[in-house]
């Protein structure tokens, strides 16, 4: 029979001490997944389904991006930016939809709950992320 291990990368896990594994993942199983996460939410998009958006992981977050089939941005289709979702060291995960006008980034909101970002992202009722 295996006993519970209490130790994690050096650190005493009845500590109180956060082990790596806490930590903000740079590659890994967590962070495919929740790559993964955010590509399998989009599949249920409800703009521009016919195409296939991409998501591409970024230092503190992943970036989305996909070909312009309104060609309100890019006249030939060419492939932009949809959105970014960050997470900041307190876990807050931002997203933020991107200027094409002004070549930046704006944050529309935030929350610990990425589903409810997904979720916001994926409807985009107002035509923000998807233009």
């Known amino acids: 029979m295996m006993r519970p291990t209490t130790r994690l990368g050096g650190h005493d896990l009845r500590d109180g001490v956060r082990g790596p594994h806490d930590a903000w993942p740079d590659d890994g199983p967590v962070a495919d997944f929740t790559q993964h996460r955010i590509e399998r939410a989009l599949r249920d998009r409800v703009r521009y389904r016919y195409v296939r958006p991409r998501v591409e992981r970024e230092p503190d977050g992943y970036r989305i ?50 589903t409810a970002l997904l979720d916001i992202l994926c409807a985009d009722a107002a035509r923000v992320f998807w233009p």
């Open 65 to 114: 991006e996909s070909p312009c089939c309104s060609r309100n941005v890019d006249p030939d289709g060419g492939v932009i930016d949809i959105a970014r979702l960050a997470r900041d060291e307190s876990g807050l995960w931002r997203l933020h939809a991107r200027d094409h006008a002004t070549r930046r980034w704006v944050e529309q909101c935030a929350s610990r709950d990425l």
